[in-house]
Protein backbone atom coordinates (compact mmCIF):
# COMPACT_ATOMS: atom_id res chain seq x y z
CA UNK A 1 0.00 0.00 0.00
CA UNK A 2 1.20 3.24 -0.88
CA UNK A 3 0.31 6.40 1.06
CA UNK A 4 -2.49 7.41 -1.24
CA UNK A 5 -3.73 4.09 -0.38
CA UNK A 6 -3.27 4.55 3.08
CA UNK A 7 -4.91 7.83 3.08
CA UNK A 8 -8.19 6.61 1.21
CA UNK A 9 -8.26 3.57 3.93
CA UNK A 10 -8.27 6.70 6.36
CA UNK A 11 -11.11 8.37 4.71
CA UNK A 12 -13.20 4.96 5.11
CA UNK A 13 -12.55 4.83 8.40
CA UNK A 14 -13.82 8.35 9.29
CA UNK A 15 -16.96 7.32 7.14
CA UNK A 16 -17.04 4.40 8.61
CA UNK A 17 -16.79 6.82 12.58
CA UNK A 18 -19.76 8.88 10.81
CA UNK A 19 -21.93 5.80 10.53
CA UNK A 20 -21.27 4.52 13.71
CA UNK A 21 -21.99 7.42 15.33
CA UNK A 22 -25.09 8.03 13.37
CA UNK A 23 -24.07 11.40 11.65
CA UNK A 24 -25.23 13.23 10.01
CA UNK A 25 -27.82 13.38 11.67
CA UNK A 26 -31.30 13.98 9.35
CA UNK A 27 -32.02 17.59 8.67
CA UNK A 28 -34.74 18.46 11.34
CA UNK A 29 -35.30 22.22 10.33
CA UNK A 30 -38.78 22.92 8.38
CA UNK A 31 -38.01 24.53 4.88
CA UNK A 32 -38.74 28.32 4.61
CA UNK A 33 -39.12 29.96 1.13
CA UNK A 34 -37.09 33.18 0.74
CA UNK A 35 -38.61 36.46 -1.36
CA UNK A 36 -37.03 34.95 -4.58
CA UNK A 37 -39.12 31.94 -4.43
CA UNK A 38 -36.64 29.85 -3.38
CA UNK A 39 -35.71 27.62 -0.23
CA UNK A 40 -33.96 30.14 1.80
CA UNK A 41 -30.76 29.10 3.27
CA UNK A 42 -30.69 28.12 7.19
CA UNK A 43 -27.31 29.52 7.48
CA UNK A 44 -24.12 31.21 5.12
CA UNK A 45 -20.99 29.79 6.05
CA UNK A 46 -18.65 32.67 4.98
CA UNK A 47 -14.79 31.74 5.57
CA UNK A 48 -13.93 28.22 4.71
CA UNK A 49 -11.17 28.73 6.82
CA UNK A 50 -10.52 26.48 9.96
CA UNK A 51 -13.05 28.34 11.67
CA UNK A 52 -15.53 27.88 8.66
CA UNK A 53 -14.70 24.11 8.10
CA UNK A 54 -15.15 23.12 12.50
CA UNK A 55 -18.21 25.46 12.18
CA UNK A 56 -19.58 23.64 8.82
CA UNK A 57 -19.20 19.78 10.35
CA UNK A 58 -20.91 21.02 13.82
CA UNK A 59 -23.77 22.37 11.95
CA UNK A 60 -24.31 18.90 10.09
CA UNK A 61 -23.60 16.68 13.18
CA UNK A 62 -26.18 18.51 14.69
CA UNK A 63 -28.89 18.05 11.76
CA UNK A 64 -28.72 21.81 10.06
CA UNK A 65 -27.49 20.75 6.66
CA UNK A 66 -29.36 23.45 4.69
CA UNK A 67 -26.16 25.52 4.41
CA UNK A 68 -23.84 26.49 2.58
CA UNK A 69 -19.71 27.47 2.91
CA UNK A 70 -18.32 29.98 1.08
CA UNK A 71 -14.67 31.59 0.61
CA UNK A 72 -13.40 34.24 -1.28
CA UNK A 73 -9.88 32.33 -2.30
CA UNK A 74 -9.64 29.55 -4.40
CA UNK A 75 -9.61 25.98 -3.17
CA UNK A 76 -5.97 25.08 -1.07
CA UNK A 77 -5.38 29.19 -1.10
CA UNK A 78 -7.96 29.85 2.32
CA UNK A 79 -6.31 31.00 5.14
CA UNK A 80 -3.06 32.87 5.87
CA UNK A 81 -1.21 29.59 5.17
CA UNK A 82 0.13 29.82 1.67
CA UNK A 83 -0.94 33.83 1.56
CA UNK A 84 0.57 36.27 4.13
CA UNK A 85 2.10 33.40 6.55
CA UNK A 86 6.02 33.39 6.34
CA UNK A 87 7.19 30.96 9.29
CA UNK A 88 8.29 27.38 8.53
CA UNK A 89 5.92 25.90 11.09
CA UNK A 90 3.34 26.14 13.15
CA UNK A 91 3.56 27.75 16.21
CA UNK A 92 1.53 24.90 17.97
CA UNK A 93 2.74 21.71 19.31
CA UNK A 94 1.72 19.04 16.61
CA UNK A 95 0.16 17.04 19.05
CA UNK A 96 -3.18 19.46 19.65
CA UNK A 97 -5.89 18.14 18.24
CA UNK A 98 -7.43 21.08 16.88
CA UNK A 99 -10.51 20.51 14.43
CA UNK A 100 -11.08 16.82 14.98
CA UNK A 101 -14.17 17.40 17.08
CA UNK A 102 -13.25 14.45 19.27
CA UNK A 103 -13.12 11.79 15.94
CA UNK A 104 -9.44 9.80 16.41
CA UNK A 105 -9.22 9.90 12.83
CA UNK A 106 -9.79 13.33 11.64
CA UNK A 107 -6.71 14.67 13.58
CA UNK A 108 -3.67 15.41 12.23
CA UNK A 109 -1.16 13.00 13.65
CA UNK A 110 -3.99 10.05 11.77
CA UNK A 111 -3.81 12.27 8.10
CA UNK A 112 0.10 12.22 9.03
CA UNK A 113 0.82 8.76 10.13
CA UNK A 114 -1.39 7.55 7.24
CA UNK A 115 0.96 9.18 4.31
CA UNK A 116 4.47 9.45 6.79
CA UNK A 117 4.38 5.84 9.12
CA UNK A 118 3.85 6.16 13.04
CA UNK A 119 8.08 6.56 13.53
CA UNK A 120 7.95 9.35 11.26
CA UNK A 121 5.42 11.29 13.52
CA UNK A 122 7.92 10.66 16.61
CA UNK A 123 10.40 12.07 14.83
CA UNK A 124 7.99 15.32 13.84
CA UNK A 125 9.15 18.64 15.14
CA UNK A 126 6.63 21.30 14.46
CA UNK A 127 4.38 20.97 11.70
CA UNK A 128 5.42 22.69 8.32
CA UNK A 129 3.10 26.05 7.49
CA UNK A 130 2.05 24.44 4.34
CA UNK A 131 1.42 21.09 5.62
CA UNK A 132 -1.12 22.48 7.86
CA UNK A 133 -3.30 23.75 4.86
CA UNK A 134 -2.83 20.22 3.07
CA UNK A 135 -4.07 19.23 6.30
CA UNK A 136 -7.62 21.74 6.67
CA UNK A 137 -7.91 20.79 2.58
CA UNK A 138 -8.23 16.69 3.46
CA UNK A 139 -10.21 17.59 6.33
CA UNK A 140 -12.90 19.99 4.76
CA UNK A 141 -12.78 16.85 2.05
CA UNK A 142 -13.15 14.05 4.60
CA UNK A 143 -16.13 15.73 6.48
CA UNK A 144 -17.94 16.47 2.98
CA UNK A 145 -17.67 20.40 3.78
CA UNK A 146 -18.40 21.63 0.03
CA UNK A 147 -16.70 24.75 0.42
CA UNK A 148 -17.85 27.11 -2.59
CA UNK A 149 -14.39 28.65 -3.13
CA UNK A 150 -14.20 31.42 -5.15
CA UNK A 151 -17.23 33.50 -3.96
CA UNK A 152 -16.93 36.33 -2.16
CA UNK A 153 -19.56 38.13 0.51
CA UNK A 154 -19.48 41.71 -0.80
CA UNK A 155 -22.78 42.75 1.13
CA UNK A 156 -25.30 42.28 3.95
CA UNK A 157 -28.67 43.95 4.24
CA UNK A 158 -31.55 42.65 6.30
CA UNK A 159 -34.62 41.74 4.70
CA UNK A 160 -38.13 41.62 6.83
CA UNK A 161 -40.90 40.49 4.53
CA UNK A 162 -43.45 37.84 4.07
CA UNK A 163 -41.24 35.25 4.54
CA UNK A 164 -40.15 36.48 7.87
CA UNK A 165 -36.87 38.12 8.92
CA UNK A 166 -33.72 37.46 6.84
CA UNK A 167 -30.26 38.49 5.37
CA UNK A 168 -30.04 39.28 2.40
CA UNK A 169 -26.23 38.66 0.95
CA UNK A 170 -24.80 39.50 -1.93
CA UNK A 171 -22.46 37.60 -3.33
CA UNK A 172 -19.71 37.48 -6.26
CA UNK A 173 -18.00 34.78 -7.87
CA UNK A 174 -14.90 34.77 -9.98
CA UNK A 175 -16.96 32.14 -12.48
CA UNK A 176 -20.59 32.18 -11.68
CA UNK A 177 -20.43 36.37 -11.19
CA UNK A 178 -23.30 38.14 -9.08
CA UNK A 179 -25.71 35.75 -6.71
CA UNK A 180 -28.26 37.39 -3.97
CA UNK A 181 -29.23 34.40 -1.46
CA UNK A 182 -31.32 34.87 1.50
CA UNK A 183 -30.09 33.46 5.16
CA UNK A 184 -31.82 33.51 8.31
CA UNK A 185 -28.31 32.98 9.59
CA UNK A 186 -24.89 34.40 9.06
CA UNK A 187 -21.70 32.74 10.19
CA UNK A 188 -18.72 35.43 9.73
CA UNK A 189 -15.66 32.45 9.84
CA UNK A 190 -13.50 35.41 7.91
CA UNK A 191 -10.38 34.79 10.04
CA UNK A 192 -8.09 37.34 11.96
CA UNK A 193 -8.41 40.00 9.36
CA UNK A 194 -11.69 39.55 8.81
CA UNK A 195 -12.80 42.24 11.28
CA UNK A 196 -9.52 44.13 11.39
CA UNK A 197 -7.68 45.98 9.77
CA UNK A 198 -3.29 46.25 9.11
CA UNK A 199 -1.89 48.34 12.10
CA UNK A 200 -0.68 51.63 10.34
CA UNK A 201 1.11 53.86 12.85
CA UNK A 202 0.02 57.44 11.68
CA UNK A 203 4.25 58.23 10.94
CA UNK A 204 3.82 55.49 8.27
CA UNK A 205 0.52 56.12 6.50
CA UNK A 206 1.76 58.62 4.07
CA UNK A 207 4.25 56.70 2.93
CA UNK A 208 2.66 53.14 2.56
CA UNK A 209 2.95 51.35 -0.67
CA UNK A 210 6.05 53.80 -0.97
CA UNK A 211 8.92 51.42 0.58
CA UNK A 212 6.90 50.96 3.41
CA UNK A 213 4.44 47.82 3.74
CA UNK A 214 2.80 45.68 6.53
CA UNK A 215 3.51 42.46 6.62
CA UNK A 216 0.04 41.42 5.22
CA UNK A 217 0.88 43.04 2.09
CA UNK A 218 4.87 43.30 1.78
CA UNK A 219 6.34 41.95 -0.77
CA UNK A 220 7.66 38.62 -1.48
CA UNK A 221 11.12 37.95 -0.56
CA UNK A 222 12.32 38.35 -3.56
CA UNK A 223 11.84 41.92 -4.00
CA UNK A 224 14.64 42.47 -0.58
CA UNK A 225 17.76 41.32 -2.18
CA UNK A 226 20.44 43.50 -1.75
CA UNK A 227 18.61 45.93 0.09
CA UNK A 228 18.77 47.57 3.60
CA UNK A 229 15.40 46.82 5.00
CA UNK A 230 14.19 47.77 8.52
CA UNK A 231 11.52 45.37 10.36
CA UNK A 232 9.55 47.63 12.72
CA UNK A 233 7.84 45.08 15.78
CA UNK A 234 9.19 42.70 17.84
CA UNK A 235 5.61 39.70 17.32
CA UNK A 236 6.07 37.19 15.81
CA UNK A 237 5.15 38.41 12.16
CA UNK A 238 8.02 41.05 12.56
CA UNK A 239 10.18 38.44 12.94
CA UNK A 240 9.24 35.81 10.29
CA UNK A 241 9.78 38.65 7.59
CA UNK A 242 12.72 39.69 8.91
CA UNK A 243 13.72 35.87 8.10
CA UNK A 244 12.03 36.31 4.73
CA UNK A 245 14.25 39.30 3.75
CA UNK A 246 17.53 37.90 4.68
CA UNK A 247 16.87 34.46 2.86
CA UNK A 248 15.75 37.06 0.15
CA UNK A 249 19.30 38.11 0.13
CA UNK A 250 19.09 41.43 1.90
CA UNK A 251 21.74 43.29 2.16
CA UNK A 252 21.19 43.78 5.91
CA UNK A 253 18.11 43.86 8.30
CA UNK A 254 17.10 45.94 11.22
CA UNK A 255 14.13 44.60 13.67
CA UNK A 256 13.27 48.20 15.52
CA UNK A 257 10.96 47.90 18.74
CA UNK A 258 10.29 50.50 20.76
CA UNK A 259 10.06 48.07 23.86
CA UNK A 260 13.22 47.86 26.33
CA UNK A 261 13.03 44.26 26.43
CA UNK A 262 11.92 41.27 23.92
CA UNK A 263 8.98 39.45 25.34
CA UNK A 264 9.89 36.11 26.22
CA UNK A 265 6.77 34.49 27.07
CA UNK A 266 3.30 33.88 25.05
CA UNK A 267 0.82 34.33 27.94
CA UNK A 268 -1.88 33.00 26.42
CA UNK A 269 -0.67 29.77 25.84
CA UNK A 270 -1.48 29.18 29.47
CA UNK A 271 -4.90 29.49 29.23
CA UNK A 272 -6.12 26.23 27.28
CA UNK A 273 -7.81 24.30 29.85
CA UNK A 274 -11.40 23.53 30.20
CA UNK A 275 -11.97 25.39 32.96
CA UNK A 276 -10.65 28.14 31.19
CA UNK A 277 -12.61 27.34 27.91
CA UNK A 278 -16.03 26.97 29.65
CA UNK A 279 -15.44 29.16 32.25
CA UNK A 280 -14.20 32.34 30.62
CA UNK A 281 -17.46 33.13 28.70
CA UNK A 282 -19.16 33.32 32.27
CA UNK A 283 -16.42 35.63 34.19
CA UNK A 284 -17.86 39.50 34.56
CA UNK A 285 -16.86 41.84 31.74
CA UNK A 286 -13.80 43.68 33.72
CA UNK A 287 -12.86 40.08 34.48
CA UNK A 288 -12.46 39.51 30.81
CA UNK A 289 -11.70 42.97 29.85
CA UNK A 290 -8.62 42.77 32.63
CA UNK A 291 -7.03 38.54 31.45
CA UNK A 292 -6.52 40.05 27.98
CA UNK A 293 -5.53 43.52 29.17
CA UNK A 294 -2.84 41.59 31.35
CA UNK A 295 -1.97 39.25 28.43
CA UNK A 296 -1.23 41.63 25.72
CA UNK A 297 0.58 44.23 28.26
CA UNK A 298 2.65 41.19 28.66
CA UNK A 299 3.97 41.24 24.87
CA UNK A 300 3.93 37.95 23.11
CA UNK A 301 7.26 36.24 22.36
CA UNK A 302 7.82 35.28 18.90
CA UNK A 303 8.49 31.70 18.74
CA UNK A 304 12.49 30.35 19.23
CA UNK A 305 12.67 28.85 16.35
CA UNK A 306 11.78 32.01 14.34
CA UNK A 307 13.95 34.16 16.24
CA UNK A 308 17.00 31.23 15.97
CA UNK A 309 15.84 31.36 11.92
CA UNK A 310 16.70 34.95 11.99
CA UNK A 311 19.76 34.89 14.15
CA UNK A 312 21.84 32.48 11.94
CA UNK A 313 22.80 35.84 10.09
CA UNK A 314 25.55 38.06 11.00
CA UNK A 315 23.78 40.78 8.33
CA UNK A 316 20.58 41.06 11.18
CA UNK A 317 20.91 43.07 14.35
CA UNK A 318 17.98 43.55 16.64
CA UNK A 319 17.65 47.29 18.58
CA UNK A 320 15.05 47.94 20.98
CA UNK A 321 14.24 51.27 22.69
CA UNK A 322 13.92 52.69 19.45
CA UNK A 323 10.65 54.23 18.80
CA UNK A 324 11.12 56.13 15.34
CA UNK A 325 9.96 59.58 15.38
CA UNK A 326 10.50 61.11 11.90
CA UNK A 327 10.91 59.62 8.61
CA UNK A 328 12.20 61.63 5.89
CA UNK A 329 12.92 60.77 1.55
CA UNK A 330 16.46 60.84 0.67
CA UNK A 331 17.36 62.49 -2.26
CA UNK A 332 18.60 58.65 -3.27
CA UNK A 333 15.06 58.31 -2.90
CA UNK A 334 16.09 56.13 0.59
CA UNK A 335 14.28 55.77 3.71
CA UNK A 336 15.66 57.95 6.75
CA UNK A 337 14.53 56.70 10.00
CA UNK A 338 15.26 59.21 13.32
CA UNK A 339 14.80 57.13 16.29
CA UNK A 340 16.56 57.58 20.07
CA UNK A 341 19.33 55.00 19.10
CA UNK A 342 20.21 56.76 15.53
CA UNK A 343 19.42 57.58 12.31
CA UNK A 344 18.95 54.41 10.05
CA UNK A 345 18.90 54.78 6.12
CA UNK A 346 17.38 52.27 4.72
CA UNK A 347 15.49 51.20 1.31
CA UNK A 348 12.17 49.38 2.53
CA UNK A 349 10.42 49.43 5.65
CA UNK A 350 7.93 46.21 6.19
CA UNK A 351 5.84 46.80 9.55
CA UNK A 352 4.99 43.84 11.83
CA UNK A 353 2.63 45.70 13.30
CA UNK A 354 -0.37 43.10 13.60
CA UNK A 355 -3.82 44.12 13.10
CA UNK A 356 -6.34 46.11 14.98
CA UNK A 357 -10.47 45.24 15.34
CA UNK A 358 -12.55 47.99 12.87
CA UNK A 359 -15.89 46.88 12.48
CA UNK A 360 -16.38 49.60 10.23
CA UNK A 361 -13.72 48.54 7.82
CA UNK A 362 -15.20 45.78 5.84
CA UNK A 363 -17.58 46.25 3.00
CA UNK A 364 -19.80 43.49 3.40
CA UNK A 365 -20.84 45.13 6.59
CA UNK A 366 -21.57 48.69 5.57
CA UNK A 367 -24.30 50.02 7.56
CA UNK A 368 -24.61 47.20 10.20
CA UNK A 369 -20.97 47.57 11.85
CA UNK A 370 -22.48 50.72 13.64
CA UNK A 371 -24.88 49.37 14.99
CA UNK A 372 -22.76 46.50 16.81
CA UNK A 373 -22.15 46.95 20.33
CA UNK A 374 -18.42 47.29 21.31
CA UNK A 375 -16.72 46.60 24.97
CA UNK A 376 -16.58 50.19 24.76
CA UNK A 377 -20.40 50.60 24.97
CA UNK A 378 -19.83 47.88 28.32
CA UNK A 379 -17.02 48.52 30.69
CA UNK A 380 -16.81 51.22 32.89
CA UNK A 381 -13.44 52.88 31.65
CA UNK A 382 -12.99 52.03 28.40
CA UNK A 383 -10.20 54.10 27.57
CA UNK A 384 -8.55 52.21 30.34
CA UNK A 385 -8.36 49.14 27.89
CA UNK A 386 -6.91 50.85 24.63
CA UNK A 387 -7.95 49.13 21.61
CA UNK A 388 -9.32 46.20 23.16
CA UNK A 389 -12.43 48.24 23.37
CA UNK A 390 -12.98 47.77 19.72
CA UNK A 391 -13.53 44.12 19.54
CA UNK A 392 -17.47 43.64 19.61
CA UNK A 393 -19.42 42.71 22.86
CA UNK A 394 -20.95 39.31 21.76
CA UNK A 395 -23.95 37.35 23.16
CA UNK A 396 -22.59 33.57 24.64
CA UNK A 397 -23.44 31.87 21.31
CA UNK A 398 -21.06 34.33 19.21
CA UNK A 399 -24.20 36.73 17.59
CA UNK A 400 -23.40 40.30 18.02
CA UNK A 401 -25.47 42.34 19.93
CA UNK A 402 -27.07 45.51 19.13
CA UNK A 403 -25.80 49.13 20.24
CA UNK A 404 -29.21 50.86 20.55
CA UNK A 405 -32.89 50.12 19.60
CA UNK A 406 -32.62 51.21 16.09
CA UNK A 407 -30.14 48.23 14.98
CA UNK A 408 -31.65 45.72 12.28
CA UNK A 409 -33.42 43.39 13.95
CA UNK A 410 -31.46 40.51 12.32
CA UNK A 411 -28.24 41.69 14.39
CA UNK A 412 -28.27 38.94 16.73
CA UNK A 413 -28.58 36.47 13.98
CA UNK A 414 -25.38 37.28 12.50
CA UNK A 415 -22.68 35.29 14.41
CA UNK A 416 -19.10 36.17 14.99
CA UNK A 417 -17.08 32.97 14.26
CA UNK A 418 -13.20 34.87 14.07
CA UNK A 419 -10.47 35.94 16.56
CA UNK A 420 -12.74 39.30 17.05
CA UNK A 421 -14.60 36.96 19.40
CA UNK A 422 -11.77 36.50 21.85
CA UNK A 423 -12.96 39.17 24.24
CA UNK A 424 -16.04 37.89 24.95
CA UNK A 425 -15.61 34.35 24.78
CA UNK A 426 -12.09 33.37 24.85
CA UNK A 427 -10.30 31.18 22.66
CA UNK A 428 -12.72 29.84 21.25
CA UNK A 429 -12.55 31.15 17.78
CA UNK A 430 -9.03 32.20 16.48
CA UNK A 431 -6.47 30.07 17.45
CA UNK A 432 -5.97 25.88 17.01
CA UNK A 433 -6.15 24.40 20.78
CA UNK A 434 -10.16 24.92 21.16
CA UNK A 435 -11.96 25.21 17.40
CA UNK A 436 -13.92 22.37 18.34
CA UNK A 437 -15.27 23.30 21.66
CA UNK A 438 -16.00 26.67 19.80
CA UNK A 439 -17.59 25.20 16.94
CA UNK A 440 -19.85 22.78 19.20
CA UNK A 441 -20.79 25.83 20.89
CA UNK A 442 -21.68 27.83 18.04
CA UNK A 443 -23.68 25.14 16.18
CA UNK A 444 -25.73 24.22 19.74
CA UNK A 445 -26.78 28.02 19.49
CA UNK A 446 -27.80 28.40 15.75
CA UNK A 447 -29.52 25.13 16.69
CA UNK A 448 -31.42 26.52 19.33
CA UNK A 449 -32.48 29.87 17.77
CA UNK A 450 -33.79 27.62 14.48
CA UNK A 451 -35.48 26.43 16.76
CA UNK A 452 -37.00 28.87 18.72
CA UNK A 453 -37.49 30.58 15.24
CA UNK A 454 -40.26 27.59 14.41
CA UNK A 455 -41.34 27.17 17.85
CA UNK A 456 -44.78 27.04 16.69
CA UNK A 457 -43.94 24.94 13.55
CA UNK A 458 -42.22 22.33 15.84
CA UNK A 459 -45.55 22.05 17.70
CA UNK A 460 -47.65 21.83 15.32
CA UNK A 461 -45.32 18.59 14.11
CA UNK A 462 -45.68 17.32 17.74
CA UNK A 463 -49.39 17.15 17.46
CA UNK A 464 -49.17 16.00 14.02
CA UNK A 465 -47.10 13.32 15.06
CA UNK A 466 -49.32 9.84 15.04
CA UNK A 467 -46.57 7.06 14.46
CA UNK A 468 -47.86 3.91 16.29
CA UNK A 469 -45.87 1.95 18.27
CA UNK A 470 -48.82 -0.49 19.16
CA UNK A 471 -51.04 -1.79 15.99
CA UNK A 472 -53.81 -2.73 17.94
CA UNK A 473 -53.27 -6.71 17.16
CA UNK A 474 -50.34 -7.11 20.42
CA UNK A 475 -53.30 -7.84 22.88
CA UNK A 476 -55.72 -10.78 22.02
CA UNK A 477 -59.41 -9.78 21.64
CA UNK A 478 -58.42 -5.86 22.56
CA UNK A 479 -58.49 -4.50 19.18
CA UNK A 480 -59.38 -1.29 20.11
CA UNK A 481 -58.62 -0.47 23.97
CA UNK A 482 -57.43 3.48 23.43
CA UNK A 483 -59.41 6.11 23.60
CA UNK A 484 -59.73 8.46 20.82
CA UNK A 485 -57.71 11.81 21.90
CA UNK A 486 -58.93 15.27 20.33
C1 LIG B 1 0.72 33.92 10.36
C2 LIG B 1 -0.17 33.16 11.28
C3 LIG B 1 0.30 32.07 11.98
C4 LIG B 1 -0.52 31.38 12.86
N1 LIG B 1 -0.02 30.30 13.53
C5 LIG B 1 -0.80 29.68 14.44
C6 LIG B 1 -0.31 28.57 15.20
O1 LIG B 1 0.80 28.12 15.06
N2 LIG B 1 -1.13 27.99 16.11
C7 LIG B 1 -2.40 28.43 16.31
O2 LIG B 1 -3.10 27.87 17.16
N3 LIG B 1 -2.89 29.46 15.61
C8 LIG B 1 -2.13 30.09 14.68
N4 LIG B 1 -2.64 31.15 13.99
C9 LIG B 1 -4.00 31.60 14.32
C10 LIG B 1 -5.11 30.80 13.62
O3 LIG B 1 -4.90 29.41 13.72
C11 LIG B 1 -5.22 31.18 12.17
O4 LIG B 1 -5.43 32.56 12.05
C12 LIG B 1 -6.33 30.42 11.44
O5 LIG B 1 -6.19 30.68 10.08
C13 LIG B 1 -7.71 30.85 11.93
O6 LIG B 1 -8.69 30.21 11.14
P1 LIG B 1 -9.96 31.01 10.63
O7 LIG B 1 -10.82 30.04 9.95
O8 LIG B 1 -10.50 31.82 11.75
O9 LIG B 1 -9.41 32.08 9.59
P2 LIG B 1 -8.76 31.88 8.16
O10 LIG B 1 -7.99 30.63 8.11
O11 LIG B 1 -8.05 33.15 7.87
O12 LIG B 1 -10.01 31.72 7.19
C14 LIG B 1 -10.86 32.80 6.91
C15 LIG B 1 -11.35 32.63 5.49
O13 LIG B 1 -12.41 33.56 5.27
C16 LIG B 1 -12.35 33.96 3.92
N5 LIG B 1 -13.05 35.24 3.82
C17 LIG B 1 -12.80 36.38 4.48
N6 LIG B 1 -13.67 37.35 4.12
C18 LIG B 1 -14.49 36.79 3.19
C19 LIG B 1 -15.58 37.27 2.44
N7 LIG B 1 -16.03 38.54 2.56
N8 LIG B 1 -16.19 36.43 1.56
C20 LIG B 1 -15.77 35.15 1.43
N9 LIG B 1 -14.72 34.63 2.11
C21 LIG B 1 -14.09 35.45 3.00
C22 LIG B 1 -10.87 34.06 3.62
O14 LIG B 1 -10.63 33.93 2.24
C23 LIG B 1 -10.28 32.93 4.45
O15 LIG B 1 -10.01 31.78 3.69
C24 LIG B 1 -1.85 31.82 13.07
C25 LIG B 1 -2.32 32.91 12.36
C26 LIG B 1 -1.51 33.58 11.48
C27 LIG B 1 -2.07 34.78 10.74
Known amino acids: MDENDNLQALERAIARDFETLNLPVANWVPEHTGPDGKPMLDVLVVGGGMCGLVAALHLRRLGVHNIRVIDGQLAGLEGPWRAFARMETLRSPKHLTGPASGVPNLTFRRWYEAQFGAPAWQTLGYIPREMWADYLNW ?60 RIPALFAPLRGQGI ?47 AVLSRINKAKQVGYAGFLHGFPLLSDTEKADIFKYIFARGVAPPRGTVQRVMRHDNVELILEAPISEIVRTREGRLS ?127 AYEDPELLGDEIPGLTAWWPEVS
Open 139 to 198: YGRATNSHVENGIQLQRLTEHDGKSGLAWRAELQGSEMGAETVFARMIVLATGREGLAVP
Open 213 to 259: DHTGDAPERAAMKDCDVAVVGLGASAFDYAAEALEGGAHSVRILGRS
Open 337 to 463: LETPKGRFEVDRVVLGTGYEIDLDAPEYLAGIGNHIRRWRDTLPEPEVYGELQEFPYLGQGFQFLPVASNAPAALQRLLCFNHAAMLSLGNLANDIPAVSEGGDRLARHIAATLYLLDKKIHAGMLH
